[in-house]
């Protein structure tokens, strides 16, 4: 049965417990939300969905205080309120976990869970109180995640606990939830949503943005659907399916999730040799990858794979082991050697490693490529702007002008433009990590439709994702991780879900033992 909440739509008061009124919000020339209205019930999980840009996000950080509305008027437990930051909605208990995490890195996990609310005596910090408050939270919460330490040292999963667990600290009575489960693996996601049902069980509201329509569908008890800042329709979860409501947010039917995938040659190059490579988070890890063929990598979380990616990259040293590349054996290659000699890397999170958001789009997309656009050390403007231009038209970045910051723009057409900057460097390999975080059915759609040409054209291609899904329909070949070692590696038909999910538990271990 869809929805974890209460049945009811309005509070005790017979009034719903949060009201938007012909909310409306631009941003230059772009209407982002053009006169939305919609009504959340108290004790609910009610859901958001769109395309990238359909003004999701945007409505979210109106409701939490981080942007401010144009027009309408939005009440809470039947008053009116207007929110200027995000700590007076704090102080009217309504709290948000972005999709973007942000933590203060030189601050330990408990420090910034409780920063603003710390437990004090005299004025003074109590740390054994910070302690004693941070551990029970995280054991009500089911996260497994060490108060003491260094939130800097935290990858993206980590960083996202520690979102949810600020804004439970606030004793919030609306959560509005962006992407919560985008950087966590199944398990995580499992204890998320027991998070959730409880809340809402408690009498908590939930603002649920969520761009997996599985996850809205078994979550939700009232969905909401966007489309260029306007409502679509508002619908109890129990009446919709996925391909409804894809349909509300395209505004038609999409026909397949993955395109068509062309072998590679049987006789195609191997343009990337891994051979027993160890490296910080890698412990033994060998593949190939072809021209034109797409390898995926799969495994749970903190299984090794972007710690993979990154040493091949260069980001980090190799401790031993080979790398070649296309006939260059050199090991411990910097990104800037990578990507001169034909390696390209997507990085795993667009905020912290890929993109410089106060910087436009035409900025970002030739960041890696600026010393073929200068001369004695002056940006040729006029090149970098055509240079630019050509990439992200063929990419189909859309929103605001290139020349706006890039933080305008939605999260798909963000990794968009992540994908014109690699296009621009005539990469022969490409490190895909998680290239589909935080975008919407549509987006990527764009996104695996692209990497298919791409490959098509005889790029070859290393796949990092979560979603098994996504790995399975784009891929040729999975080789699976676990613990830091590749495992298996999967191929043709014996490519299932059974078969990865078996090789990343250690089933498959299992199974062959005797007896």
């Not at 939700?220 to 659907?225: L, N």
């Amino acid at each position: 049965m869809a929805g974890v909440g209460s049945p009811a739509t309005a509070d005790e008061s017979g009034l719903n417990y949060l009201e938007l009124l012909g909310v409306a919000k631009h941003f230059g020339g772009v209407q982002a939300l053009d006169r939305v209205s919609v009504s959340v019930g108290r004790g609910s999980v009610h859901a958001l969905v769109g395309e990238n840009g359909a003004g999701k996000s945007t409505l979210g950080k109106i409701i939490a205080g981080a942007l401010s509305r144009d027009a309408g008027t939005m009440t809470l437990a039947g008053g009116p309120v207007s929110f200027t930051s995000p700590r007076e909605a704090l102080e009217h208990k309504v709290a948000a976990i972005a999709q973007e995490p942000s933590v203060v890195p030189q601050l330990t996990v408990a420090e910034n869970v409780f920063l603003g609310v710390e437990p004090r005596r005299a004025g003074v910090l109590s740390k054994r109180g910070l302690r004693r408050a941070y551990d029970r939270l995280a054991e009500s919460a089911g996260f497994a995640l060490d108060g003491g330490r260094n939130a800097g040292q935290l990858g993206t999963a980590e960083q996202q606990k520690v979102e949810i667990l600020r804004a439970l600290s606030r004793d919030a009575q609306l959560i509005v939830m962006d992407e919560p489960s985008a950087a966590l693996g199944a398990h995580e996601t499992h204890q998320l949503h027991q998070i959730i049902t409880g809340l809402a069980t408690s009498g908590k509201t939930i603002l649920f943005i969520s761009h997996s329509l599985g996850e809205v569908l078994s979550l939700a008890d009232t969905v909401t659907v966007l489309r260029d800042g306007k409502v679509i329709k508002t619908a109890a979860t129990s009446a919709e399916t996925e391909a409804s409501l894809i349909e509300a947010m395209l505004g038609r039917p999409l026909t397949s999730t993955f395109p068509p995938r062309q072998p590679p040659a049987s006789d195609a190059p191997v343009l990337l040799a891994v051979r027993n490579l160890r490296a910080p988070g890698v412990e033994d890890a060998s593949f190939e990858v072809r021209s034109g063929e797409i390898l995926g990598l799969a495994g749970l979380v903190g299984a090794g794979r972007t710690e993979l990616a990154r040493a091949v990259f260069g980001a980090t040293q190799p401790e031993s082991g080979e790398i070649v590349f296309a006939g260059d054996g050199t090991l411990g290659r910097s990104p800037r050697r990578s990507l001169d000699g034909g390696l390209a890397m997507i990085p795993e999170s667009r905020k912290d490693e890929g993109l410089i958001f106060a910087r436009s789009s035409i900025e970002n997309a030739t960041l890696s490529w600026l010393d073929k656009l200068s001369s004695f050390g002056i940006v040729r403007r006029r090149e970098q702007r055509r240079a630019a231009r050509a990439v992200l038209d063929r990419c189909e970045v859309r929103g605001a002008s290139y020349g706006a910051p890039v933080s305008t723009l939605s999260g798909g057409n963000q990794q968009k433009v992540l994908l014109a900057r690699m296009l621009l460097c005539s990469p022969r390999v490409l490190l895909a990590d998680e290239p589909t975080r935080g975008v919407d059915v549509g987006a990527k759609r764009a996104i695996y439709d692209f990497l298919v040409e791409l490959a098509a054209d005889g790029l070859g291609i290393v796949l990092i994702s979560s979603e098994l899904e996504e790995v399975i329909g784009l891929s040729h070949r999975v080789v699976v991780m676990r613990r830091g070692r590749v495992v298996c590696e999967l191929e043709g038909h014996g490519i299932t879900e059974s078969a990865i999910l078996a090789a990343a538990f250690e089933e498959r271990e299992a199974a062959a033992e005797p007896g």
